[in-house]
């Protein structure tokens, strides 16, 4: 069994930022992708950014130029650089990964998920 752990999320000022890292640990056969979505309060979960085990990154286009994904220090991690932070941006980030295939744009396609990270934006 996969176990996903996230990291780095906290409170900041708008303006400012954040870094989460992901890191997934357990018995590992192959992870095709490993992704973060985010849950604002009162809305649906939305996916945010995906990173592919070939190193392929897919990151949301209303986040580009604000956030960044990238691999980690280790093979089976993945962070999320978040510049720029707005009220809006405040939510619970989860990391999640797929291990049937390349489908990390959408919460019915995971197979594991982190318990989240929270990130609050005050204005």
């Known amino acids: 069994q996969v176990q996903l752990v996230e990291s780095g999320g906290g409170s900041v000022q708008s303006g400012g930022s954040l870094r989460l890292s992901c890191a997934a640990s357990?018995?590992?056969?192959?992870?095709?992708?490993m992704g973060w979505f985010r849950q604002a309060p009162g809305k649906e979960r939305e996916w945010v950014a995906r990173?592919?085990?070939?190193?392929?990154?897919h990151l949301r286009d209303r986040y580009k130029g604000r956030f960044t994904v990238s691999r980690g220090n280790a093979k089976h991690t993945i962070d999320l650089q978040m510049n720029n932070l707005k009220p809006e941006d405040t939510a619970m980030y989860y990391c999640?990964?797929?291990?049937?295939?390349?489908?990390?744009?959408?919460?019915?396609?995971?197979?594991?998920w982190g318990a989240g990270a929270l990130v609050t934006i005050s204005s």
């Open positions: 999640a990964v797929n291990e049937r295939g390349y489908y990390c744009e959408v919460s019915d396609d995971i197979s594991i």
């Open positions: 357990g018995t590992i056969t192959r992870l095709y992708c």
């Open positions: 990173l592919d085990d070939d190193d392929e990154i």
